[in-house]
Every structure is written in C-alpha cells, then in structure tokens.
C-alpha cells in the first residue's frame, strides 16, 4: 500500500456528507472548507446569504461538492426546517459541525430572560436538536461524526463568560451524553476547543491591540489561533481515524489553557 492509499484510508472523506452550522465565517467556515477539501460534500448552514454564497462559491470553484442554507437557528422551527433542507441536498449526512454561536457578552447581572434564552437556543438547543434529527440515522448505518465547537469559557470563567459559559459548558456535556447513545452504533461525538482566534464573535476583543497582545503571549506557541488551525483537527475527527475517539474534548488552543 502506498503512503497516499494509507493516508486516504485514514483521511479521505470521499462519499461522506457533511452539514456544517456557522460555516460561513470564522472557524465554522475553515472546518467547512476542510472538509470539502477533504471530499465530502458539504451543505454550510447560516443566517447571512452573501457570507454562505461568498463560502459555497469558493469551495465549487476548487471542485468541491458544497450547497449552502440559509437559517435561523435561534428558534426550534427554523432548525428543524434547516435541518430537513440541508438532508435534501446530498442526502443524509454523515457528519454533523456545530459551529453557529453567539455571544452578547452583558454582565452576569445584566443577563435578561431574552438573552439567555437567545444564547441557549443557539448554542445548546440547535446542537441537541441537530443531533436527534442526524444521529439516528448514523446509528443506523453504522458510522457518523457529530463535532462541536465549544470555547474556553466552557472551563473558566473570563471576560463577561455570562450566559455564553454556561451554554457552552452544556454542549460539552451534550457531546457526552450523545456520545453514550449513539458511540455503541459508530457514531463518534467531539467537542473542539479554541483559545482566542479573530473571528466575526471576537470582533469587539479583536480592536484592542494590547489585549490581543496579551492573550497570544499567554500561548506557548506565542500568537493567536488562526481558523484554518481547525482543519486538520476537523478532518481527523471527521474521518476514519477518529474511529477510536469519542466523549472526548480537544483543545486546539496552542496551550492556552494550561499557560
């Protein structure tokens, strides 16, 4: 067997599907791009229609299988209606990203009932509705991949974590618990977890220069995490050789958690 027919064993996602929340902008977009790169068609799904045609037309002019949906996960119809348009296009998928979220950053104090249940309904409630909607089905043909994209918020509490923390602290538990449903069956579930990468949700962080500073000196790596720091990661537990690999959180954070 020749290196490139082992790797594409491993690696390849060829014949997969793959449907991608928040894959118009940011990390999501980077994992959506790793992913088509990587052969799987891909349906990106997200609120703003230039971002996903600006996203589907640069996958589709470097030949890779992409569609685009545009949602509101914010409420339970609008996932379950994004959920039935992204399995019509190439069928039903076989990996699943979340990587929509928001994050309004008021003081814990200041959290009304609206965003709460604003930042839940993103950041939790879609996730968990996505995976009852696709992780069935991959139970039942046997193989499937449901990643999610957490924050380090999710393990300590910095700049205003408020509601968004807590959101996001659930969804690594959320991965758990559908990792012991569905793991039995082939389906893998994952959480990736950034240190401060500037993106669109980082945005008001990002025009502080000494803060933003500060935080990649925090890094053992010594710089801020780009998107496209997310593909391999994504592909390897999107793939075959993630196979072994389930409940489990990865930090993709250049050791910011532990510096």
């Not at 014949?15 to 977009?29: C, E, K, N, P």
């Not at 139970?139 to 994209?149: L, P, Q, S, T």
């Not at 401060?196 to 990649?216: G, H, K």
């Not at 592909?235 to 050791?255: K, N, P």
Request: hydrophobic share 45%.
């Amino acid at each position: 067997m020749t290196s490139q027919n082992y790797l594409s064993a491993l690696f390849s996602l060829e014949g997969r599907v793959a449907v991608v929340t928040g894959g118009s902008s940011g990390i999501g977009r980077a994992v959506a791009g790793a992913l088509a790169r990587a052969g799987a068609g891909v349906v990106v799904v997200a609120r703003g229609e230039a971002e996903l045609a600006a996203t589907v037309a640069e996958l589709t002019a470097d030949g890779c299988r992409a569609a685009r949906v545009v949602a509101d996960l914010g409420t339970r119809a609008g996932v379950r209606e994004a959920a039935e348009r992204a399995a019509a296009v190439f069928g039903e998928p076989d990996i699943l990203v979340n990587s929509a979220g928001i994050n309004l950053r008021p003081p814990m104090d200041e959290v009304t009932d609206d965003v709460w249940d604003a930042t839940m309904a993103v950041n939790l409630e879609a996730p968990h509705l996505l995976g009852l909607r696709f992780g069935p089905g991959m139970a039942e043909r046997g193989f499937g991949r449901i990643i999610h994209v957490s924050s380090q918020q999710a393990h300590r509490a910095f700049v205003r974590s408020g509601a968004y923390g807590v959101s996001k602290g659930a969804l690594e538990s959320l991965a758990r618990s559908q990792a012991e449903a569905w793991s039995p069956h082939g389906v893998t579930c994952n959480t990736l977890v950034p240190g401060f990468v500037m993106t669109p949700l980082n945005a008001r962080l990002s025009t502080d220069p000494d803060q933003v500073a500060a935080l990649a000196a925090r890094t053992l790596i010594g710089r801020n995490g780009l998107a496209d720091d997310f593909a391999g990661a994504a592909v390897f537990l999107a793939s075959r050789a993630s196979a072994y690999v389930t409940g489990q959180t990865l930090f993709v954070d250049g050791e910011f958690s532990v510096h």
